[in-house]
């Protein structure tokens, strides 16, 4: 009796807890949302949204962050209304989220062209004054958020950006048109259905067992190394994205690799990151850096690189005048693989 009451309470336990788990929850609400245009257009009566002005969000600074404010669609009819404009541009909003509680957010761009409304673009100054915020360039802003702002933001400019750039069907030459949620565009002429997609990139930290490999681009800001990362090719495996990559940049041959994590990235045009680490065949590290994708690669030991992350301040210079080499910061995935090294410099590793 008592073996059977303990299987009793432990399924009982189980099945309270699928009832109970916010995770599943949130995930068939959204997906509710997605595919259906009145359940979606119902949750935006009580929704949030975070607006942007030509791809740039709305921020408000707090001591050494900044906060993106929220606003009913209340507050959005009323300002659409102050300066002029048919609330129907509200139809431009993308959903991005929803709170444990089921409060729907949503993403409106007041300065991109509508593509539901023959009003123009709202003027940034003036938006800037009304909603005592600034629009701020994402890519400025990113690593003053906190990890969840910086994260819906992130996926805000993304679909924000592929619907601005999708609005025409690419067969038919016909306007598409976005259900409510924004997670798809159907071209009414022959219904072919297009969906926000990212780009896969890979993004590989490159050890000898006791070094690591960091290079830089020519567009990084001055002093900043990272790990190697690149496009995937149409056809390409990750393992094989990997090992050309590692080929083409500096000249190794990656001998093992290991998965570690991945990443949503919005820049340049919304890209999935996929971090691993390599080792390269030993005796075989000589770098022969690719001036056509790198202006810079080099080794650096343990040492160096745990320095390098205990730095605060990259732009600090030396007593020589020289800028000390610097690390992404700690919300890209590239300090992430870094720091994983230096905790674990020798990590097991699968064959290439």
């Not at 008592?2 to 807890?17: D, N, V």
Request: hydrophobic share 35%.
């Amino acid at each position: 009796m008592s073996l059977y009451c303990g299987i009793a309470c432990r399924r009982k336990s189980f099945w309270c807890y699928r009832l109970l788990s916010t995770y599943v929850t949130k995930t068939r609400y959204l997906f509710e949302l997605k595919e259906d245009d009145d359940a979606c257009k119902k949750a935006q009566q009580t929704g949030a949204f975070y607006l942007f002005h030509n791809l740039a969000p709305l921020l408000q600074k707090s001591e050494h962050q900044y906060l993106p404010p929220q606003h009913s669609l209340l507050d959005l009819e009323k300002l659409l209304s102050k300066f002029g404009q048919d609330t129907q541009r509200i139809e431009d909003s993308v959903l991005i989220g929803c709170s444990e509680q089921h409060e729907a957010w949503f993403s409106l761009d007041l300065g991109l062209n509508s593509s539901s409304s023959i009003n123009a673009s709202l003027q940034k100054s003036e938006m800037e004054t009304e909603l005592t915020g600034s629009f701020i360039e994402l890519r400025k802003a990113l690593f003053r958020l906190n990890v969840k702002d910086a994260s819906l933001l992130s996926t805000a400019q993304a679909l924000l950006r592929w619907h601005d750039a999708h609005q025409f069907c690419s067969r038919s030459g016909q306007p598409t048109k976005k259900n409510v949620a924004g997670s798809k565009r159907v071209c009414p002429s022959n219904k072919i259905i297009y969906y926000p997609q990212m780009a896969p990139v890979v993004i590989t930290l490159v050890s000898d067992g006791t070094r690591c490999l960091l290079a830089r681009q020519s567009s990084f800001p001055k002093g900043m190394y990272s790990a190697l990362a690149g496009f995937c090719d149409i056809g390409e495996s990750l393992e094989e994205a990997v090992r050309r990559e590692v080929a083409e940049e500096v000249g190794l041959e990656v001998e093992r690799l290991q998965y570690s994590a991945s990443q949503h990235w919005p820049f340049p045009n919304s890209s999935l990151m996929i971090a691993c680490h390599a080792t390269v065949k030993p005796g075989q590290t000589e770098i022969q850096v690719n001036l056509r994708e790198l202006e810079a690669a080099a080794w650096f030991s343990h040492d160096e690189v745990v320095t390098a992350l205990k730095r605060n301040h990259p732009y600090t210079q030396q007593q020589n005048g020289t800028l000390p080499f610097w690390l992404p910061p700690k919300l890209a995935i590239a300090h992430q693989l870094i720091k994983e090294w230096v905790e674990k410099p020798t990590c097991s590793s699968l064959p290439a």
